[in-house]
């Protein structure tokens, strides 16, 4: 019984606790007389997107303002820095949806995909697929590790077509271990702007747009803040 918002401080305990192999992880909180219990499997990492459901239907929602209808002939979405789930609106399909991760167990875990690849963009940022094919690149909450954004972006407008809309989404949520130097050292408006100059100093499309997203968590808690910056690929012959 404090002041203090407890999930934080449960989650810190529970990811000490990670290395032991456990195979799950759950909180039990009392909310106004309302006690609720939430578990998930696999790491601690699965239940801190649960706790803070708001932040990927926050995410779920942009997505769906701005992805192409769904089930529309000749779309193609590619997801890089993928993982067991996109957070794409329940349902969504397309004639193609690219995942592309660093764990193939994970991304075979992840129902929305219709294809994927096992790559590390921070060892080689190039993009395996052609030129102006995908409608939609999206990086959920991983641009914070990438590397070489610059070459990884560069690789992003290739792969679009023309109009195509490249949407990076990111929290203040991160392993500062795996965070590249200039973010674990920026607060969140400094954040917009680094992603939004890996766009402007890429190349090759329009100026990119940001949004503040956040909404309060499931418990009552403040949500994680959750930005999106987003642009779309210069058409060359308007």
């Excluded at 696999?42 to 459901?53: C, R």
């Excluded at 820095?81 to 992840?110: D, F, V």
């Excluded at 990086?139 to 954004?149: E, F, G, I, M, R």
């Excluded at 607060?187 to 402007?200: E, K, Q, S």
Aim: contains cysteine.
């Amino acid at each position: 019984i404090g002041p203090k918002d407890p999930v934080p401080i449960l989650l810190k305990g529970l990811r000490r606790l990670e290395y032991r192999g456990y195979d799950s992880a759950g909180v039990a909180l009392l909310n106004k007389n309302n006690l609720q219990c939430l578990k998930k499997a696999w790491k601690v990492f699965y239940l801190e997107s649960v706790i803070d459901d708001s932040a990927i239907k926050a995410l779920t929602g942009f997505y769906q303002e701005t992805f192409p209808p769904s089930g529309m002939a000749g779309t193609a979405v590619l997801d890089i820095c993928s993982s067991w789930i996109s957070h794409y609106p329940e349902g969504y399909t397309a004639e193609k949806i690219a995942g592309l991760g660093m764990n193939g167990e994970e991304l075979g875990r992840n129902k929305v995909l219709t294809e994927y690849v096992v790559k590390d963009l921070n060892l080689s940022p190039s993009l395996p697929y052609d030129d102006a094919s995908f409608d939609v690149v999206t990086n959920a909450v991983s641009v914070d590790y990438l590397t070489k954004p610059l070459e990884v972006m560069k690789e992003v407008n290739r792969v679009l077509k023309p109009g195509g809309m490249a949407i990076m989404s990111f929290s203040n949520r991160c392993f500062p271990t795996k965070a590249v130097g200039i973010w674990t050292g920026t607060g969140d408006l400094d954040h917009i702007w680094i992603v939004g100059a890996y766009f402007h100093y890429a190349g090759g499309f329009e100026a990119p747009l940001a949004k503040d997203i956040t909404k309060k968590g499931i418990l009552g808690q403040k949500g994680d803040p959750m930005y999106v910056v987003y642009a779309r690929k210069q058409n060359m012959d308007l």
